[in-house]
């Protein structure tokens, strides 16, 4: 078994042990239990997956707990790539109420001033808005690299070329964000929209590059999978915990139209695996 196999599963683990459940009338803890096909698909994932029966966890609890594994996850397997994407790298967690403050970064730094004098000026905050804290749960970033570093193999750099490069800590940058994901236990609509609003201004704000920008998600029903995956210009991609189970669970069940949709998911590379999540992280 290979190493991102072996995570993969550890992951499965760590969620069955905490969050993932099948409570005692039989509704998984990732499904909706007023929807019946979201009962029967999630039921007949948490079959293969071998899911014990639990308590529900209060919203906010199960999605902070969620979060945590798959930044443990991120943690655990991003870094194994570093020959393929060298860098000094960090996997955390947002934990603040307020969300990420983007002007931490690199490609976000000059909204500092924009935010200090909003701050300071009660009408500019109402003209401005709040585009400034976006609420992303698990973020990677880069910190920038020393001339030594830089110059470790060959004289590439000096103090009179490439001054103003991201990259060069000497340039005075900063930490760039390098992925921002979204982590959604389930999906309603709403949630959806949450997403590719927050995408929408991390896009619309930056100098500089875009970071990645991904959902990873455990629900279980393909229209509701859809709302967030079809369709480009915003999200990145949508990662499954449980990619190859849940297309199992979907032709389990029968059911041909969901069946359908989450092939074309599939086959056009808007909903992956979480296993493919650090590997993308590394283009």
Request: glycine share 6%.
């Amino acid at each position: 078994m290979s190493e991102f196999a072996k995570s993969r599963t550890e992951f499965h683990d760590n969620l069955k042990s905490d969050i993932f459940k099948v409570t005692s009338t039989g509704v998984p803890t990732n499904s909706d239990k007023d929807s019946p096909a979201s009962r029967r698909i999630g039921q007949a994932l948490a079959v293969t997956l071998g899911v014990q029966e639990g308590p529900r966890l209060a919203a906010q609890t199960l999605g902070s707990r969620f979060e945590t594994h798959v930044r443990a996850f991120l943690a655990d397997t991003f870094p194994k790539l570093e020959h393929l994407r060298p860098g000094k790298w960090d996997v955390k967690c947002i934990t603040n109420r307020s969300g990420l403050d983007i002007g931490d970064y690199e490609q976000y730094a000059h909204l500092r001033a924009i935010q200090l004098a909003a701050q300071a000026e009660p009408s500019l905050r109402i003209l401005l808005g709040s585009d400034y804290n976006i609420a992303s749960d698990v973020v990677v970033t880069r910190s920038p690299e020393d001339d030594g570093q830089i110059n470790l193999h060959r004289n590439l750099v000096d103090i009179e070329t490439a001054t103003r490069s991201s990259l060069r800590a000497s340039a005075g940058s900063v930490a760039s964000l390098h992925a921002c994901i979204s982590c959604k236990w389930t999906m309603r609509s709403d949630r959806a929209q949450n997403s590719r609003s927050e995408a929408l201004r991390l896009i619309r704000n930056r100098k500089g590059r875009v970071p990645h920008i991904a959902v990873i998600t455990a629900e279980p029903l393909p229209s509701r999978l859809a709302s967030i995956a079809l369709g480009t210009g915003d999200i990145d991609c949508v990662y499954h915990i449980a990619l190859e189970e849940l297309r199992a669970a979907v032709a389990t069940i029968g059911e041909s139209e969901a069946n359908s949709l989450l092939g074309l998911m599939i086959d056009g590379r808007r909903l992956k695996d979480v296993s493919d999540l650090p590997l993308d992280l590394a283009i």
